[in-house]
């Protein structure tokens, strides 16, 4: 009864399981439960000591060796096949012995209860002098942390997808938008000064839907504009000024900002995209909704080119990756160890590893991982490749 699975029992009661409705009903007042199965245990262990006492000493006489042998023999007894035997058990089988004990017990329950109760009332007594709390809640609530583990311990009777979704969605919140997001030097935007012509080439050549807008350099972000909304126009009408009436104010998110907590922003604010900011204002990158839907569920939408994160190449040594990629992705995609609670980027991991930009054809190790810096260019590592284990570099 006390070892059954609560959750597992709920789910049986939905069901309309009878048993597992008599046991829950047991389980909720535990002190009468508890006193009945007691009285029964306490009342035929008492009577088989009895019994085999009487019995020794009628077949072997009334001395100090029978009653030897008795005590002997009924403490064997009582061990092996009232005690061990049947709780090992009932500790292996729960639930289906605890459903099916539940009629027995129920109907002893309603015999017996003038006799429990009366005993109850000496225990409730003792544990008021303990200054103990008798009260019985339904259930104890899980923690998130409780939680994570038995989800992470149920892993084998889940679904492996299922099972990965889940495990994403406890880890959200230790996400912020800084670990998904796109760096500033990798977002597609365009410069509204720009001429017509060079409006008109990036818009048609633009690899997303969604296009933030700024003047003259990004951080003076302007608006956001959808090319569902400027596709259909003729050439001589997408100009700047048409651009202004129909984008959207820009979103912005505070540095640090949790992803679940994003994700609720998003929905209540009907956003899908939003500029990350920092304390000082400084435009740090963009994030959109599928950047948080794609840590919980896995990649679901078509690579471009600012996508961040991907082998560039794959030989038999190992990969080709850019710089730029962030450690979260490299972790999940190649089954990488990179600490995430420094640099988000592996260039920003081997920067912060030599304190200096190292030179072309530089090796390293970080993490149990064998590294040489391929390419570096404009002050930033751009090409890293990464050995396969016990690959020489």
């Known amino acids: 009864m006390m070892a059954v699975n609560r959750y597992r029992l709920k789910s049986l009661v939905q069901q309309g399981h009878r048993g597992a409705r008599l046991t829950s009903e047991l389980l909720q007042k535990t002190d009468k439960l508890l006193g009945?199965?007691?009285?029964?245990?306490?009342?035929?262990?008492?009577?088989?000591?009895?019994?085999?006492t009487v019995i020794t000493f009628r077949l072997i006489g009334n001395d100090e060796v029978?009653?030897?042998?008795?005590?002997?023999?009924?403490?064997?007894?009582?061990?092996?096949?009232?005690?061990?035997?049947?709780?090992?058990?009932?500790?292996?089988y729960s639930l289906p012995i605890a459903t099916t004990a539940s009629y027995p017990l129920t109907l002893m329950l309603r015999l017996a209860n003038p006799i429990v109760w009366f005993v109850n009332l000496f225990v409730s007594a003792l544990i008021k002098l303990m200054r103990l709390d008798k009260s019985n809640e339904d259930g104890t609530p899980l923690s998130p942390e409780e939680l994570r583990i038995l989800v992470l311990e149920a892993g084998h009777f889940i679904d492996k997808k299922h099972h990965s979704i889940l495990m994403n969605l406890f880890e959200l919140q230790d996400i912020t938008v800084d670990d998904v997001m796109t760096p500033r030097n990798r977002i597609e935007a365009i410069d509204i000064n720009a001429c017509q012509d060079t409006l008109q080439e990036q818009l048609a050549t633009a690899h997303h839907t969604r296009i933030p807008v700024y003047a003259e350099r990004i951080d003076n972000m302007l608006g956001v504009i959808h090319l569902r909304k400027v596709l259909h126009l003729a050439r001589e009408?997408?100009?700047?000024?048409?651009?202004?009436?129909?984008?959207?104010?820009?979103?912005?998110?505070?540095?640090?900002?949790?992803?679940?907590?994003?994700?609720q922003q998003f929905q209540e604010s009907q956003r899908r995209l939003g500029l990350v900011v920092d304390e000082y204002g400084e435009l740090m990158g963009l994030v959109?909704?599928?950047?948080?839907?794609?840590?919980?569920?896995g990649e679901f939408t078509s690579n471009s080119p600012s996508q961040r994160g991907n082998a560039i190449n794959k030989d038999d040594a190992g990969h080709l990756i850019e710089g730029m990629s962030l450690l979260r992705d490299l972790n999940r995609k190649l089954g990488c160890h990179f600490p995430l609670d420094g640099p988000k980027t592996l260039n920003g991991l081997i920067l912060q590893h030599f304190q200096d930009i190292p030179e072309d054809a530089t090796c390293l190790e970080i993490s149990g991982h064998r590294m040489e810096v391929v390419q570096t260019q404009d002050r930033q590592v751009r090409i890293v490749k990464i050995y396969f284990p016990g690959k020489a570099s």
Not at 36 to 52: E, R, T
Not at 78 to 92: C, G, M, Y
Not at 290 to 296: M, S
């Open 288 to 297: 959109t909704i599928e950047d948080i839907l794609e840590e919980i569920i």
């Open 66 to 92: 029978a009653l030897g042998i008795a005590t002997v023999s009924v403490t064997f007894a009582i061990l092996v096949f009232s005690e061990a035997t049947p709780k090992i058990v009932a500790a292996n």
């Open 237 to 263: 009408e997408l100009t700047a000024e048409r651009i202004k009436s129909i984008w959207r104010e820009p979103y912005f998110i505070p540095a640090g900002t949790p992803l679940f907590a994003q994700l």
């Open 36 to 52: 009945v199965i007691l009285l029964g245990n306490n009342l035929i262990n008492s009577a088989s000591a009895s019994l085999a």
